[in-house]
């Protein structure tokens, strides 16, 4: 995972200069331009705005902002394929992103391209463009499973860690492979050995991963937590077995601890049909730091101001350490505050430096985002300046 450096250079601000899509939900073919940081998409409901930030969130690893299978992108009607490009400028350059499928090819792989020429995967993106995005779905989140906060965490890593990806799927093939082996009723000893080891060892990983993320994470909340903003600053933490080892003992102490409770735990997790103990239990904690109340005690409006607060705090996490400031996605996000809270929001996402990309139906909420902002029209597909 990157560090951070006494001696950081200044920081890239990557910006979106162009947008194409071709067949991507509910768009035929697209190309939009776009000149400031701060960008809004109007329009009603269903009008295709949620798409366009669906669009861009393709350009990071994982399944975008709707966590969507790569075929549910195409658009009804269209031949099966979607494709999505971006013309990136960054201190002064300008590079092109591209993403797709060809099902066309006999599959729907993913292909990936920088400046046309194909890499491996999405993670190569990350050397140009960092992402961070919130979306209504993550309304609940702290009220919610601990399911749904495990996968914010682990966005938040993924945003500074383009590797994390692989380790968690990894990690859940893993579980997949002892449960298996549980289910069916292996007794023979070394076949088990060998799975947990390879288990702990993922597992491990992914917990350091998690552990450092967060330690930097309230190292610079505190640090810069304002008390009368109106987005409130959060404590975090994380709780589970590994979690709690990691800060106070050796790595590879906590792996054979970890082991250890894998091998005297086989009887009960065989009866509950899945590994009980592990990062895919953890739980990323979260209270609301000026109360000092858990934040899924907390009101709704001030469980969405300090979801706010916290993704701003990711933000600014990435370009500390990235050294580049993120492209921010907010779906939807004018219409839950009043015009106090809203011109305060926009003067944070200033702050942040690099690019803005909101949604909303009513134009009026946007109309502080002051001269370094563009808004558009969308509708039926197409997409106008307002």
Same mark, same amino acid.
């Given at each position: 995972?990157t560090m951070f450096a006494d001696d950081a ?12 899509? /071709?067949?991507?939900?509910?768009? &035929? ?6 000149? &400031? ?5 109007? +329009?009603?409901?269903? $009008? ?28 009804? +009607? ?14 002064? !350059? ?5 993403? +797709? ?5 006999? %599959? ?6 920088? !400046? ?53 799927? $990894?990690?859940?093939?893993?579980? =997949? ?12 000893? $070394?076949?088990? !050995? ?7 060892g993922l597992a491990l990983a992914v917990s ?18 304002d008390e009368a903003s109106p987005f409130p ?20 102490? *906590?792996? !054979? ?13 065989? &009866? ?22 858990? /934040?899924? =005690? ?10 706010? +607060? ?11 350490? $990235? %050294? ?16 106090? =809270? ?7 996402? &200033?702050?942040?430096?690099?690019? *803005?990309?909101?949604? %909303?139906?009513?134009? /009026?909420?946007?109309?502080?985002? %002051? ?5 558009? =029209? ?9």
């Amino acid at each position: 995972m990157t560090m951070f450096a006494d001696d950081a250079p200044a920081l890239r601000r990557p910006m979106v200069r162009r947008l194409a899509l /071709a067949d991507f939900r509910s768009y &035929a073919a697209l190309d939009l331009r776009v000149e &400031a940081p701060l960008i809004a998409l109007t +329009g009603e409901n269903g $009008a295709g705005k949620t798409n366009v930030l669906e669009a861009l969130s393709m350009f990071t690893p994982g399944r975008g902002l709707r966590r969507a299978d790569l075929g549910d992108l195409a658009r009804i +009607g269209g031949t099966g394929r979607w494709a999505a490009s971006l013309e990136l400028e960054s201190d002064g !350059d300008l590079v092109q992103l591209g993403t +797709g499928i060809e099902p066309a090819d006999g %599959g729907s792989a993913r292909r990936c391209r920088i !400046d046309r020429a194909p890499v491996s995967s999405a993670r190569a993106f990350a050397d140009h463009l960092r992402l961070v995005w919130l979306t209504p779905a993550m309304d609940g989140l702290f009220a919610g499973p601990a399911g749904d906060r495990r996968r914010f965490l682990d966005r938040l890593v993924l945003a500074v860690d383009s590797d994390h990806g692989i380790r968690v799927n $990894a990690l859940e093939r893993a579980l =997949r492979n002892r449960n298996r082996l549980l289910e069916e009723g292996i007794r023979d000893a $070394a076949w088990l !050995d060998a799975a947990e080891q390879e288990l702990a060892g993922l597992a491990l990983a992914v917990s350091a991963a998690r552990v450092e993320t967060v330690t930097r994470l309230a190292a610079l909340i505190t640090a810069q937590r304002d008390e009368a903003s109106p987005f409130p600053w959060a404590e975090v933490s994380l709780e589970g077995e590994i979690e709690q080892m990691l800060p106070h003992m050796p790595s590879l102490e *906590v792996e !054979d601890r970890y082991r250890a409770l894998l091998r005297a735990n086989r009887g009960r997790d065989a &009866a509950a049909g899945r590994t009980l103990i592990g990062p895919q239990a953890s739980d990323l904690a979260v209270r609301h730091g000026p109360k000092q109340a858990e /934040a899924a =005690r907390c009101s709704t409006g001030e469980q969405k101001a300090l979801l706010v +607060g916290l993704v701003l705090a990711h933000a600014r996490l990435v370009a500390a350490m $990235a %050294g580049m400031a993120p492209l921010v996605l907010l779906d939807e996000i004018a219409a839950h505050f009043d015009p106090r =809270r809203r011109q305060a929001l926009y003067e944070e996402l &200033a702050r942040l430096g690099g690019q *803005v990309w909101m949604t %909303g139906a009513d134009p /009026a909420a946007f109309a502080g985002m %002051g001269a370094s902002a563009q808004v558009f =029209r969308v509708f039926q597909g197409q997409i106008e300046p307002a």
